[in-house]
């Protein structure tokens, strides 16, 4: 297979196994998706949508969320992890919001990127989810797969993200990411990973993660 035949076999792989694809994160605007995505650093999205409800109850817009204090957002989140670092970014980028943004989460890379503890994944993901402006985050998921498709050299994720924008269509990547990600969880897993069930590893993988599998199940 030429390499353009593997992303589309990629492509029409995963619009057979997810013609509808669920967004991971419970929010109902761009603020709440922007604090979810937050949240989700280096955590899971089913502990972020344990934690969001109680969260959004108190405060699910920026003029609600700093009338908390760090500690008492804080104190709701810890369960996520790294909530020291989080609570100040919330409550930081909250402020900025209502002080420059009138409380509306802006459309750009540049301003999401400018704002507390939010980096360039997280405004990719909220460009493209709550935007449609196309963009491809890359989480562990992506990155492990564009590796094991060797589709990326699997150096850092913004080697990946490069990658990835410049083999798949750009009106793809919106739904691809998602696609990627819900793939990697259920069929290419980091633990426990079972090749015969990853249709399309075992059909494009690089030649030596599939040896190194075979190797190791020996």
């Known amino acids: 297979m030429t390499k353009q035949e593997k992303v589309q076999f990629v492509i029409d792989t995963l619009n057979d196994i997810y013609p509808e694809i669920p967004i991971p994160l419970d929010h109902k605007d761009p603020y709440t998706l922007l604090i979810a995505v937050l949240l989700s650093a280096q955590s899971t999205d089913v502990k972020v949508n344990q934690i969001t409800p109680k969260l959004f109850e108190i405060a699910d817009n920026p003029k609600a969320m700093v009338k908390l204090s760090v500690e008492e957002i804080r104190e709701i989140i810890k369960p996520v992890g790294l909530s020291p670092m989080k609570s100040k970014g919330i409550h930081g980028l909250s402020e900025i919001l209502l002080e420059k943004y009138k409380g509306e989460v802006p459309a750009s890379f540049e301003a999401l990127e400018a704002l507390p503890a939010v980096g360039h994944k997280t405004a990719s993901v909220v460009m493209a989810q709550a935007f449609n402006v196309p ?46 990600i819900w793939y990697g969880r259920q069929y290419s897993p980091a633990r426990g990973w079972n090749l015969d069930k990853d249709i399309i590893t075992k059909e494009i993988g690089r030649k030596t993660v599939i040896s190194d599998y075979y190797k190791k199940k020996k």
Not at 161 to 177: M, T, V
């Open 135 to 180: 963009a491809f985050p890359v989480d562990t998921h992506i990155h492990r797969l564009m590796y094991r498709w060797n589709l990326s050299n699997g150096k850092n994720v913004t080697q990946t993200e490069k990658d990835a924008k410049r083999l798949f269509p750009k009106d793809l990547w919106n739904k691809l990411h998602l696609q990627i």
